[in-house]
């Protein structure tokens, strides 16, 4: 027999940035009957396999929008909510070797300019210059916003926590979801393994597991995982202090300063979905070809470690933010496809407006997974 538990006005499915910003969120706004309940550890899913990218260059409207006001609180972190998240804005260089992609990135600056956006284009002699690590002798053309940059994921999570803890939130970890109950039209109740939570209102902020969580309400959330390396250096002699974050747009390859060393990685577009399915055991072998065209001084230190992940991929990699249609008071937020911790903060805030029934700080509506169901997709042509 099942145990029930306290009752909840909401239950946060997933304990990485995303569920933590949600439960944060809604306490701040006095929302604080919430429990977020979390498989594991606290952001050790999708949030603590992330590069910690932070930024605001996208093509999407939708994202700039997001990414503008989750930046703005990554800013201010150290205040509100408190903690320390180790920001470095040294700016996200994107390297441009494809004339339809300047072409594309050219759009996307004009875009992000209209909507506040320091970003601007730049000539391979100025790229660099300011990416000096970077080999730009084919580049065409790049890409700079210096408000960009990487901050601690972990810090960011353990922020957003505690200060959900300090205004009541409920957070239990090791507790994975066993199923959700609903009577008809109505959410009953979250089964998990300590038991059943009484409640009316789920927030499925699972990341790669959302299609299982979906499915236990009846949802389709078209959300797949895909398995994707990281890698990081032993120190680096003479490595320069303010690097940017820099990105061989053509590959998906990309390197940013970790401690004394660099953290580097590059999707394999082969890799198909899954839980299951392992990377190709060559692919670092392949990663480190690219690597000597585009860093090569990469290659004058040792490979100290790494670890795989995985993105939460929807078809279109943009995400998916809204209530369901067929399941009210079932909300989502989920399939970033890469870029939800850098949007964790402002997602946090729209869900928050959602499940309190006011109109979001920005219309996501685009975002709905209903989308899909009417073959309206919503393509992110900035994702890596």
């Known amino acids: 027999m099942t145990t029930d538990l306290a009752r909840a006005s909401v239950v946060v499915i997933g304990g990485g940035v995303m569920g933590v910003s949600i439960a944060f969120h809604l306490a701040e706004a ?5 429990v977020v309940v979390e498989a594991d550890q606290l952001g050790s899913g999708s949030t603590s396999k992330a590069a910690g990218g932070v930024r605001l260059q996208f093509s999407d409207a939708v994202n700039i929008e997001l990414a503008l006001r ?33 072409s594309t990135f050219e759009r996307s600056v004009a875009l992000q300019n209209g909507l506040g956006v320091p970003s601007r284009m730049l000539s391979a002699a100025e790229a660099g210059a300011l990416a000096p690590l970077a080999n730009v ?34 957070i239990l970890i090791n507790c994975p979801v066993t199923s959700i109950e609903r009577d008809g039209d109505a959410i009953t109740a979250v089964v998990t ?25 009846g949802i389709d959330l078209p959300v797949d995982p895909v398995r994707r390396p990281v890698w990081y250096t032993e120190p ?12 061989d747009f053509s590959t998906g390859f990309y390197f940013h300063g970790e401690g ?14 899954g839980f299951d399915v392992e990377c190709r055991s060559d692919w670092l072998e392949v990663v480190g070809e690219v690597a000597a065209r585009r860093a090569p001084r990469l290659l004058d230190v040792g490979i100290a470690g790494g670890w795989t992940g995985f993105y939460e991929t929807t078809p279109d990699h943009n995400g998916l933010i809204g209530e369901s249609l067929d399941l009210p008071r079932f909300f989502y937020a989920t399939g970033f496809s890469g870029h939800g911790f850098l949007l964790g903060p ?38 890596v």
């Open 346 to 383: 402002a997602v946090g805030e729209v869900i928050r407006d959602l499940v309190l029934g006011k109109a979001p700080v920005v219309d996501v509506s685009a975002f709905s997974v209903e989308r899909f169901r009417a073959a309206h997709t919503r393509p992110e042509h900035n994702v």
């Open 70 to 102: 989750s930046l703005d609180a990554f800013e201010r972190f150290d205040a509100r909510p408190g903690f320390d998240i180790d920001l470095q804005q040294v700016g996200y260089l994107f390297l441009l070797t494809d004339a339809d992609d300047v």
């Open 236 to 247: 680096m002699p003479d490595r320069p202090p303010h690097h940017p974050l820099t990105i």
């Open 137 to 170: 002798d084919d580049v065409l053309a790049a890409s700079i916003c210096m408000r960009d940059g990487h901050a601690n994921t972990g810090a960011v999570v353990e922020g957003y926590a505690r200060g959900a803890r300090s205004a009541g939130v409920r």
């Open 193 to 217: 393994a300590k038991g059943r939570i009484p409640t009316d209102t789920v927030v499925c902020a699972a990341g790669p597991w959302s299609r299982q969580l979906g499915l236990m309400a």
């Open 30 to 34: 006095g929302h604080t009957d919430v």
């Open 260 to 273: 004394e060393g660099l953290l580097f990685g590059m999707a394999d577009p082969e890799q198909r979905p």
